[in-house]
């Protein structure tokens, strides 16, 4: 099994940046690829970013791309999610997750592709 653990959430204004960490432990060696989703107040989950743990590739949901950037730190099992220029409808909580052994039939973008996840870390931005 892998534990993970989000750090970094909080409140900032519009137009601010917030950086989010990631932390790994346990079966690392499984670890294939690694996510963010959010959760705004009354909806879905959604995809944000992931990033390829070995060849780091990275991917990104429309809505972030030129504002999120997705980075990984094999040596300390960390992925960061560097969020700049920040909109009140980037208000959520903020989700990690694990792929195990590989990406399945559901693809990188969908949750149902993530074997392990965070507890979540809330992200507040005021307009």
């Known amino acids: 099994q892998v534990q993970l653990v989000e750090s970094g959430g909080g409140l900032v204004q519009a137009g601010g940046s917030l950086g989010l960490s990631c932390a790994a432990s346990?079966?690392?060696?499984?670890?294939?690829?690694i996510g963010w989703f959010r959760q705004p107040p009354s909806k879905e989950r959604e995809f944000v970013a992931a990033i390829t743990w070995r060849a780091g590739n990275t991917y990104s949901a429309d809505s972030v791309k030129g504002r999120f950037t997705i980075s990984r730190d094999r040596a300390k099992n960390t992925v960061l999610l560097q969020m700049n220029n920040l909109a009140p409808e980037d208000t959520a909580v903020y989700y990690c997750?694990?792929?195990?052994w590989g990406i399945g039939n559901h693809g990188i973008y969908s949750s149902r592709s993530y074997d392990y996840w965070g507890q979540g870390t809330q992200v507040t931005v005021s307009s």
């Open positions: 997750a694990v792929v195990a």
């Open positions: 346990g079966s690392t060696r499984s670890i294939d690829t």
